[in-house]
């Protein structure tokens, strides 16, 4: 008889409540459980673990929020690299990938422009995270433009690199993607926190993330 032993263990990594807040850094167990995530040809345990991480926010302009924490950053880059074919990704990739993200936490937050706008480039949108009623900034901010129709996917495992404003194109400017990644002892990682995207002195959109539901 086949046994059902690993399909129970990834329902449990998968749905496990034992964790009570987002891993600022992970053992190497904790490792090769996000690498086996990553790796999962089962597609429910896949968009399992990924719902709590997208945040819908549909306050114009701002669609939804996708978290990444450290552990998610590794499943991310495993599910990347299956996809491809490549189920070779383990643990030193998983290593040098954290190393190279310097354990910040991103947060891509998805826009989309009213069709008849006048950008001509990214409006200078800024986020915030807001944390005992202090606003804290991100380590760096990129401003991303999308001059199509969005593909719904899953964010990139390696940041972006930060501070750049891409240049507007002869394209209508239909959206965009803010990335803000904000240092990990920057968040609450037990608790709730709320993200604020502002322009200027406008607060265009607020929401809670609760950190303490993710990994």
């Known amino acids: 008889m086949r046994s059902h032993a690993p399909r129970l263990l990834l329902l449990l990594l998968v749905a496990s409540p034992a964790f009570h807040a987002a891993q600022l850094t992970l053992t190497p167990a904790e490792i090769e459980e996000a ?51 490549d189920r070779s990704f383990g643990q030193r990739q998983a290593i040098e990938l954290l190393n190279t993200a310097h354990g910040r936490f991103d947060l891509d937050v998805e826009l989309t422009f009213h069709p008849l706008n006048t950008f001509v480039g990214m409006p200078a949108y800024d986020v915030a995270l807001v944390r005992a009623g202090a606003p804290i900034r991100p380590a760096a901010l990129d401003r991303v433009p999308r ?66 539901r993710l990994r």
């Open 35 to 85: 690498v086996r995530l990553g790796q999962t040809r089962i597609a429910a345990d896949r968009t399992r673990f990924h719902a709590p991480y997208r945040i819908l926010v549909t306050q114009a302009p701002v669609d939804y929020i996708d978290v990444v924490t450290p552990f998610r950053r590794v499943v991310l880059a495993a599910d990347e690299r299956a996809r491809l074919g």
């Open 147 to 212: 001059f199509g129709a969005r593909v719904t996917d899953l964010p990139p495992a390696v940041p972006v690199p930060g501070g750049l404003v891409a240049a507007g194109r002869s394209q209508p400017l239909l959206g965009g993607t803010l990335v803000a990644q904000f240092e990990g002892d920057a968040i609450a990682a037990n608790a709730t926190m709320d993200v604020v995207i502002t322009e200027g002195d406008k607060e265009l959109a607020r929401t809670t993330i609760d950190f303490a």
